[in-house]
C-alpha cells in the first residue's frame, strides 16, 4: 500500500473510532435523565444564572444563600453553554425534588435516580429540558474533539507507529465513564480538551524543528515558533478560565518553552534574549484573558481563588474531618480508579468487579509498556522528550489532586477530577500496550473496549434507568420512604390533611416492589390522638407486582361519630394477619403501622 493509501486509511478508522463515540455519546446523554450526572444540576444552574441575571453568580458561604453551588468556578463554560442553550433556555431555575429512598451507596437496592423526574423530560423535548439536551450535546462534541488530540499526541509520542495514535483515540473513545461525563453538563469536559491541547502544542513546540527566529518586537509574531508559544499562552488563559485543576499544566508549558530554547541554544542567533522573549510571550496571554477573574475573586472574597468561601458553602458534607492517613489512600486507589473506567450515577452504578480486574490489567501492561519503551531508548533523548512532557502533565495534575484530597473528604476522589490529562493518559497507555503486545495487541484492545463500551450502555445504564419509571410518581406528591420487609417500598402518597365525619375519601400509596412476594395485602389506618384506629381500609391481595411502580388506592369510609381534633394517616402490610417490618432508606427499624402524615377532624357548624 502507498504512503497516502496508508495515510487514508488511518484517517478512515480514526473517523470510524470518533463517529462510534459520538453515537455512544449522543445515546448516553438521552438514556441518563437529567441531572444524574455527578453535580450536573449545579452545572446547568450556572449557565441558567448566566442567561437569566445577565451577571456571574456569587459564592455565598451559605449553602442555601446559593443559585449555584459551582459560582467559585471559572466561567468559560458556562459561558459557551449559554450560547447554545439561550435560543430555547425557559425562565425557570431547575430544581428537582430528591428521591427520598435513594442512598449514596454503591450496589444499594433499588432505583438508581437520585432525582424525582417529571414526565416533562420525556421525548419530544422542548423549553429546559430541550436546552439542557443541547448542551448535553455541546459536551459531547467538545469529547469528540478531545478524542482527536488523544490521536494526535499519540502519532507525536511515536510518530513512525500510527497505531499507536489510534490505540488512544480508542482507548479515550470507549472509556465508558468518559462516554457519561462528557454525554452530561459539567465543566470537566471543556477542562479534559483544553488539558488535552496544551499537552499537544507543549509536545509539538519541543519537537518542531523551528529556531525561535526573533527578529526584534515588529516582527516577532511572524515567527512560527513564537507563534506557537503565543497559542500555547493563550491555551492557559482559557484554562484558567475553565478550572483551577489545569494550573497543574503551566509547569508543562513552561518546560516546554525552555526545552524548545535549549534544543536551539547555541545555533546563530539564539540566545537567553530569545528565551525570555518566549517566557514573556507565555505569560502574557493568561494575564490578560484570565487576570480579571482573579481579579474579581480578590475582590469579592479577599481570595482570588475564591477557596475558603467555597469551603464554607460546601460545609461538612465534603470537608475531611481527621488527617489523611493510609486507609484513605487505599480507598482513594480504590474510588478513583472504579470512577475513571466505569462508576456511575451518583458513584453508585457499578461493573462488575471482573470487569474493573480486567481493565487493571491492561493499564498495568501499559505501564509496563512505557518502562520498555523508555529502556529501549535510554539512549535518545529527543525520542524521550515528548514522553516525559507527557508524564509530567499527568503527575502534575495528580500532585495536584492528591493536595486537593488533604482537604476535601472521598468526594475528591472522582475520577473525573483527573481528566485534564486523559487524554494524556490515553496517549501514554497507548504506547506502553502496542511497546508491550504490538499491532495485533492494539486491535484487540480497541475493539474489547469498543464493546464493552457498549455493554456498558444496553446492560448498565439503560436498566439503571428505565422509562418510564424514573417519571413517576408525580414530582409535585409529598415523599416519604417506608421499605416492607417484603420489599415493597412506599416512595409517596396522596392523602387528605382533613377530613369531615362521614364522608368517603381516598389514600392513594405509590411505591416500588423489589422483590416477587406480591400479592400481600397493603392497609391504611386512621389513627387518632389518643392511639385509637377510627377507620381501616385494605387494598386487594395482588395490588402490587414487582419491578415497576405501583399505584395503590384505597377507598375509606369516615365515621360518623367523630370528635373534631388530630389524628394520623399510618401504613402497614400484613403477612397471614401479622404486621411486617418496616424501615427507612438506612435500614433503622420504623414503627409499625408507620405514620405517614397528620390529618385534622373539622365538624361542619351544622352538625
Request: with cysteine; glycine share 8%; charged share 10%.
Amino acid at each position: 500500500m502507498t504512503q497516502s493509501g496508508v495515510l487514508m486509511n488511518e484517517r478512515r478508522w480514526l473517523a470510524l473510532i470518533i463517529g462510534a463515540y459520538v453515537v455512544l455519546g449522543a445515546a448516553m446523554s438521552v438514556i441518563v435523565p437529567l441531572g444524574e450526572s455527578p453535580d450536573e444540576i449545579d452545572h446547568f444552574r450556572f449557565i441558567q444564572a448566566l442567561l437569566f441575571e445577565r451577571a456571574l453568580p456569587v459564592m455565598q458561604p451559605t449553602a442555601a444563600d446559593n443559585v449555584t453551588m459551582e459560582a467559585n468556578q471559572p466561567p468559560l463554560y458556562y459561558t459557551l453553554g449559554a450560547l447554545v442553550a439561550a435560543p430555547v433556555l425557559q425562565s425557570d431555575y431547575v430544581d428537582p425534588q430528591f428521591v427520598t429512598c435513594f442512598l449514596f451507596e454503591t450496589g444499594a437496592p433499588g432505583r438508581q435516580h437520585l432525582y424525582v423526574h417529571d414526565s416533562a423530560e420525556a421525548f419530544p423535548w422542548s423549553g429546559t429540558p430541550l436546552a439542557f439536551h443541547i448542551v448535553r450535546l455541546f459536551s459531547v462534541a467538545l469529547g469528540a474533539l478531545t478524542v482527536w488530540l488523544a490521536y494526535k499526541l499519540g502519532r507525536l509520542l511515536a510518530p513512525h507507529q500510527p497505531v499507536i495514535g489510534l490505540l488512544a483515540a480508542a482507548l479515550l473513545a470507549f472509556n465508558p465513564q468518559f462516554i457519561f461525563i462528557t454525554a452530561s453538563v459539567n465543566n470537566d469536559v471543556l477542562t479534559a480538551l483544553l488539558g488535552a491541547v496544551i499537552v499537544v502544542v507543549s509536545v509539538q513546540l519541543v519537537v518542531g524543528n523551528r529556531s525561535p527566529d526573533y527578529a526584534g518586537w515588529r516582527d516577532l509574531l511572524r515567527s512560527p515558533f513564537y507563534q506557537r508559544i503565543v497559542l500555547l499562552g493563550v491555551l492557559l488563559g482559557l484554562g484558567a478560565l475553565t478550572k483551577l485543576a489545569l494550573f497543574a499544566l503551566w509547569p508543562v508549558a513552561l518546560l516546554a518553552v525552555t526545552g524548545a530554547w535549549a534544543k536551539r541554544k547555541g545555533e546563530a542567533g539564539v540566545g537567553f534574549k530569545e528565551l525570555g522573549t518566549g517566557l514573556v510571550l507565555l505569560g502574557v496571554p493568561p494575564l490578560l484573558l484570565a487576570g480579571w477573574w482573579y481579579g474579581r475573586g480578590q475582590w469579592l472574597y479577599s481570595d482570588p481563588l475564591a477557596w475558603d468561601v467555597h469551603l464554607a458553602a460546601k460545609g461538612d458534607s465534603v470537608l475531611r474531618v481527621a488527617p489523611f492517613g493510609w486507609s484513605d489512600l487505599v480507598e482513594f486507589g480504590r474510588i478513583h480508579f472504579q470512577s475513571y473506567w466505569a462508576l456511575f450515577g451518583w458513584l453508585n452504578i457499578a461493573w462488575p468487579g471482573w470487569v474493573y480486574w480486567l481493565v487493571g490489567l491492561l493499564v498495568i501492561g501499559g505501564v509496563v509498556g512505557v518502562v520498555r519503551f523508555v529502556v529501549q531508548h535510554r539512549r535518545s533523548w529527543r525520542d524521550l522528550l515528548p514522553l516525559s512532557l507527557t508524564i509530567l502533565a499527568v503527575l502534575a495534575v495528580y500532585a495536584s489532586l492528591f493536595r486537593y484530597i488533604q482537604t476535601i473528604n472521598w468526594s475528591g476522589y472522582q475520577g473525573r477530577l483527573a481528566y485534564a490529562v486523559a487524554a494524556p493518559l490515553a496517549a501514554l497507555l497507548a504506547l506502553g500496550l502496542v511497546t508491550l503486545f504490538g499491532r495485533m495487541g492494539a486491535v484487540v484492545t480497541a475493539g474489547g473496549m469498543a464493546l464493552l463500551a457498549t455493554l456498558t450502555l444496553l446492560l448498565v445504564i439503560a436498566p439503571a434507568y428505565p422509562r418510564p419509571l424514573i417519571y413517576e410518581p408525580d414530582a409535585t406528591l409529598p415523599r416519604t420512604c417506608i421499605h416492607f420487609s417484603s420489599g415493597f417500598t412506599v416512595e409517596a402518597f396522596a392523602a387528605p390533611a382533613v377530613i369531615r365525619p362521614n364522608e368517603v375519601v381516598t389514600v392513594t400509596l405509590h411505591g416500588y416492589g423489589y422483590t416477587d412476594h406480591a400479592g400481600l395485602p397493603l392497609q391504611v389506618q386512621l389513627v387518632g390522638a389518643n392511639g385509637a384506629v377510627l377507620a381501616t381500609a385494605e387494598a386487594p391481595s395482588g395490588a402490587w407486582q414487582h419491578d415497576m411502580l405501583n399505584t395503590v388506592s384505597f377507598t375509606v369510609p369516615i365515621p360518623k361519630a367523630l370528635a373534631a381534633g388530630s389524628a394520623e394517616w399510618r401504613v402497614s402490610m400484613l403477612r397471614e394477619g401479622e404486621l411486617l417490618t418496616a424501615s427507612d432508606v438506612y435500614g433503622r427499624t420504623l414503627s409499625v403501622p408507620t405514620p405517614l402524615m397528620p390529618v385534622e377532624i373539622e365538624i361542619d357548624s351544622a352538625d
